[in-house]
Nanobody
Framework: QVQLVESGGGLVQAGGSLRLSCAAS????????MGWFRQAPGKEREFVAA????????YYADSVKGRFTISRDNAKNTVWLQMNSLKLEDTAVYYC???????????????WGQGTQVTVSS
């Protein structure tokens, strides 16, 4: 079992930065692939980024590549999503997720946080 709690969302101007955190509890955090997804109003939940258990291998959606960085610290049971050069279209609820395999589909992840709202204004 893994429990996930996101934080760090908020309102930011276009071009600005935010850093999302996902605090995990449970002994299996270090063995889980971690991912970030987002869901905008009226849209399906979409993949943003993921990284392997070690943190050495990462994968990003094309829409955020070069702007977002995912990282983790297994000793702190935490995963982060650093978001730079934010755009209006990045506005969404961002979810942290944990699963056994690095996939880009939400169905591949077993555990989810409650989400944190990110709003980018012009």
């Amino acid at each position: 079992q893994v429990q996930l709690v996101e934080s760090g969302g908020g309102l930011v101007q276009a071009g600005g930065s935010l850093r999302l955190s996902c605090a995990a509890s449970g002994r299996t955090f270090s063995s889980a692939v971690m991912g970030w997804f987002r869901q905008a109003p009226g849209k399906e939940r979409e993949f943003v980024a993921a990284l392997t258990r070690s943190g050495y291998n990462t994968y990003y959606a094309d829409s955020v590549k070069g702007r977002f960085t995912i990282s983790r610290d297994n000793a702190k049971n935490t995963v982060w999503l650093q978001m730079n050069s934010l755009k209006l279209e990045d506005t969404a609820v961002y979810y942290c997720a944990a699963g056994p395999v690095m996939l880009t589909t939400p169905r591949g992840y077993e555990y989810w946080g409650q989400g944190t709202q990110v709003t980018v204004s012009s």
